[in-house]
């Protein structure tokens, strides 16, 4: 049978405290009422070893039938003012010779003189009598005389009674003790859980809108300190994440209203009074073409939404780079062309894992990024290198010198270098975006540089397929 | 060419028909799923396009029933949702193609015709619109008697405005077709390839074959 499991950590605290010391009192009882006893019983076999030698000796001193009467006399003597002593001196027919006056003795002579002749020391009771005692064979002085059956015993009752109170008041005390120790226990623990109700209470007061609180770690106790810091960890993890969310949800809604706008003003416009058809068609395929702006930047935004959420799983498999680059620029090569641009691809790398589509439509924004922004007439060149670890691609292009305070920023989305380009064909500032969430849910890192009019971005990943496995 | 078109908006509805009807297809409209089953199982059509979300009976289950029912007709799925495993659970149990929304119309119409050609054994050697002819096999392009020089690129591009001359194919069909590139690509790529390869095929001569449709795409076609 299992025992239920209890849930309060004061309660299972305080219990173990009681067990414990519980445990540990009983022991210490048992060692303490057993060592008093046995004290008792040698203090008194001691004495009845004593006594039992005075008799021999008392009983060496006789040689005939006649001296046992000086015997008894010489026994009362000695034996005078031992108050509980009991002796009895039989002889070998079983008649005694001496039994001690006002003793209890004389009535159950019989059972004394059952007691085995061993000289060892044993405890027996008689009715309410209980006796310690030991009987032992004593030769008289004359081998002439039969020899003499000895019995010593001192009555033990105040000693057993002594004991039971003795344990009584250690049992008691026992049980108390208990009591108190399960009760400090409980009150141990609950003031050494007080920093969790604390904690409990800080964790209260987050909510969406205060995702700033902080747990203060100071002054908790060590123990609870990682809790702590883990929580305040996470709680930034949230924060940042509700910030970025929020700041979509307000770039979303700035970027939709610049084309909304233009469509109902145009829309609205070519409604006002009648016009050509051919004047309807060119208002209607201006229209088709924000639509279309819009349905991309939509695409695009659902992209990056669901890269960071990690839905963008990647289905590996095994990529050549050389190969991507040089199908994104068979794609690029007419625009290149068309504006004097020279594209040029250099060095191959091992295959890397990863998804193919994904890798093509990043490679494709950095060049259509490149050619973007490269100097007519000059030449765009992609890299590839690898070393131990991890391969790279890197596509380079001569243009204006990017200010240091905007390239960490390039991969933010919808940024755009230069706002008055903000509304051509060149899309929403997402291309680099898309981008780096492809990279990252590759596992790799992309970086960009730019100094003496040379831009270069560079993508760089993981060469072992485990490393690229989400 | 008869298509079946269960879509419960009822401007996607109307509009879907009346381009469609204006593409010279013949084409029905339902606005359930328990009435598109009904149609698509006890009329005859050639294609069925349909939206997953609908009430009543959703698009997996109106699909299901209909192959359970024997039908073999294509089915173009419409789906708001561009989740991979909706597509992957669509074209498990039976979907030919899916659209995500928003679709451009041109794209949908393309998809359509592609469908419908599917399986119709139609590969000739030589591809031909008035006097341009090009040879597959001998990878030849000549106008008029004239030989015309192509890049590879260009050569693929020509192959596709001639097998599906008349048609309006969209910038990102040729993107896919031509160059795999199956993205939306933010560039006026296409339309820079496409300039080159009318100067080489259009420039010189009286009758112009390639057009731009503005706001659609590129269309091959003997037009006068």
Known sequence: ????????????????????????????????????????????????????????????EVHDEAGFATFAKQLDDALVGHHELEVAVLRKTGQPLYITAGGVFPPRIASAGELPETGRVLSWGEGEHAFRGLAARVAPGSPDLAPLKVVVATGIAHHNHFMQSFRRSLWGFVILATGVSGLLGWFVARRGLLPVAALTEATRKVTARRLDNRLSTTELPSELRELAAEFNQMLERLEDAFRRLSDF????????????????????????????????????????????????????????AKADNGLVIPKLETIDLAREVSDVFAFYEALAESR??????????????????MLRRALSNLVANAIRHAFTNSEISACLTSDEDSVSVSVENRGN???????????????????????????????????????????????????????????????TAEAAVS | MKILIVEDEPKTGEYLQQG??????????????????????????????????????????????????????????????????????????????????????????????????????????????ADLELDLLRRRVVRAGHRIDLTAKEFALLEL??????????????????????????????????????????????????RTVRGMGYVLEASD
């Open chain 1, 1 to 60: 049978m299992r025992l239920p499991r209890i849930r309060s950590i004061v309660l299972r605290l305080t219990l173990a405290y009681a067990l414990a010391s519980s445990a540990v009192l009983t022991g210490m009882a048992i060692v303490i009422s057993r060592s008093v006893e046995m004290h008792f019983a040698e203090e008194d076999s001691e004495m009845l070893e004593g006594k039992l030698e005075l008799i021999r000796h008392t009983a060496a």
């Open chain 1, 249 to 304: 949800s307000s770039d979303i809604a700035h970027e939709l209203r610049t084309p909304i706008s233009n469509l109902m003003t145009q829309t609205q416009v070519a409604l006002s009074r009648s016009r050509t058809p051919e004047e309807y068609q060119e208002a209607l395929l201006s229209n088709t073409e924000e639509f279309e702006r819009l349905a991309r930047m939509l695409n695009d935004m659902l992209f990056l």
């Open chain 2, 161 to 210: 405005l001639l097998r599906r001359q008349g048609e309006v194919l969209p910038r990102s069909l040729i993107a896919s077709q031509v160059w795999d590139m199956n993205f939306d690509s933010d560039s006026n790529v296409i339309e820079v390839a496409m300039r080159r390869l009318r100067a080489k095929v259009d420039d010189d001569f009286e009758l112009k074959l390639i």
């Open chain 1, 340 to 357: 004097g641009l020279r594209l040029h691809l250099q060095g191959t790398v091992p295959g890397v894992m990863g998804d193919r589509l």
């Open chain 2, 20 to 129: 469609l009807s204006e593409a010279g297809f013949v084409t029905d409209l339902v606005r359930d799923g328990f009435d598109g089953l009904h149609q698509a199982t006890t009329e005859t059509y050639d294609l069925v396009i349909l939206d997953v979300m609908l009430p009543g009976l959703d698009g997996w289950k109106v699909l299901e029933a209909i192959r359970r029912f024997g039908k073999e007709m294509p089915v173009l799925f419409l789906t708001a949702r561009d989740q991979v495993e909706d597509r992957v659970r669509g074209l498990e149990i039976g979907a030919d193609d899916y659209l995500i929304k928003p679709f451009a119309f041109s794209e949908l119409l393309a998809r359509v015709r592609t469908l419908l050609r599917r399986g119709k054994a139609n590969d000739p050697q030589v591809l031909k619109v």
């Open chain 1, 401 to 463: 010198t990017i200010p240091p305070e905007i390239i960490d920023r390039l991969f933010d989305r919808f940024f755009r270098a230069d706002p008055a380009r903000s509304q051509s064909s060149e899309g929403a500032g997402l291309g680099l975006a898309i981008t780096r969430s492809i990279v990252l849910a590759h596992r790799g890192t992309l970086s960009a540089s730019s100094r003496d009019e040379r831009t270069v971005f560079e993508i760089r990943l993981p060469r």
